[in-house]
């Protein structure tokens, strides 16, 4: 079974630090996602990667900015972080699909992080 | 412009009950769709997805869902629902123009929690 692993459950920061939400999946993915999940928005990417060192903006990359040294792990970084960045972090990854091949994502158990 | 709608924030029917979960979309051309599904404080679940040929596509856990393009939907159904199944329901559809790197962009809905009452 793919396996998304993220690194905290729940984290609570205070307003202006910087903070560290790491991702790791085990299937050899090529794809990695970040988005974030609040209540009436449904799920906004934030950033992407489709290879290492390699990223994308998604629909709301303001405020944030990803890091991605390893195949395996894809880090989310709120520079400052601010109490509009509270929320439910989603890490996914996927197989880089072929030529006209689809490919489902799969997710991490999500952090839920709380800025005071 | 891609886009998907779930027009209902929260669907309840009773054990055993058909269910339905809405879904409805946009793309400029051939459209991929998926449902995904999201168990409290946990994250989301593929069941299933369409990309070619036959409406009625079977997935995870009983689930199933009907592509019917001349009304742009892609509604989830059940044919008898569990407790079990209560949850939080989302429909994705993937843009058929590529983004970068072969990367093409999935748009979810906002989520339909689904209800099942004994």
């Known amino acids: 079974d793919v396996k998304v692993t993220q690194s905290s459950r729940y984290l609570v920061k205070r307003t202006g630090e910087k903070v560290f939400l790491e991702c790791v999946q085990d299937m050899d993915h090529e794809n990695m996602f970040w988005y974030r999940q609040d209540p009436g928005l449904g799920l906004r990417l934030i950033y992407f990667s489709y290879d290492v060192k390699m990223k994308e903006k998604g629909d709301i990359p303001e405020g944030y900015s990803v890091s991605r040294e390893k195949k395996e792990r894809f880090s989310l970084i709120l520079e400052s972080a601010s109490t509009n960045q509270t929320s439910m972090y989603l890490c996914?990854?996927?197989?880089?699909?072929?030529?006209?091949?689809?490919?489902?994502?799969?997710f991490g158990q999500g952090t839920r992080l709380t800025v005071v | 412009a891609q886009s998907v709608a779930q027009p209902e924030d929260q669907v309840n029917v009773a054990e055993g009950n058909p269910l339905t979960v809405k879904c409805t979309y946009s793309v400029s051309g051939n459209p991929y769709l998926f449902w995904y599904v999201q168990y409290p404080n946990r994250g989301l679940q593929f069941l299933l997805k369409?990309?070619?040929?036959?409406?009625l596509v079977k997935g995870s856990y009983g689930f199933e869902a009907e592509f019917n393009k001349s009304q742009t939907s892609f509604h989830l159904k059940k044919p008898s629902a569990l407790v079990s199944d209560s949850a939080l329901y989302f429909c994705?559809?993937?843009?058929?123009?590529?983004?970068?790197?072969?990367?093409?962009?999935?748009?979810f809905g906002i989520g339909t929690k689904l209800q099942v009452i004994p």
């Open positions: 996914a990854s996927s197989l880089l699909a072929a030529t006209g091949g689809v490919t489902e994502a799969f």
């Open positions: 369409y990309i070619t040929g036959d409406n």
């Open positions: 994705a559809v993937r843009d058929t123009l590529p983004l970068s790197g072969g990367y093409q962009k999935v748009t």
